[in-house]
């Protein structure tokens, strides 16, 4: 298990968000694993290069991501 800490460092300290799923994630490998959709594509549409990554299990509707800061307690 990654530490809080390395994980931190990996990621910047940013986790990944999906606005339609309304869900976070610490890792795009997370998303990738849950949604089948492919982690690359999910850090590219968080950077701006995609306009989105991946579709709606349910809907269909694409997808859109974007980077957060975690909220602190």
């Known amino acids: ?11 910047n300290g940013k986790i990944i968000y999906c606005i339609e799923l309304n869900e976070s994630f610490n890792r795009p490998k997370d998303a990738e694993i849950k949604y089948n959709v492919n982690s690359s594509s999910i850090t590219s549409a968080c950077k701006g290069k995609l306009k989105s990554a991946g579709k709606h299990p349910i809907t269909g509707e694409k997808l859109h991501w974007e980077y957060k800061l975690p909220i602190e307690d």
């Open 1 to 11: 298990k990654m530490s809080e800490a390395k994980l931190k460092k990996t990621m």
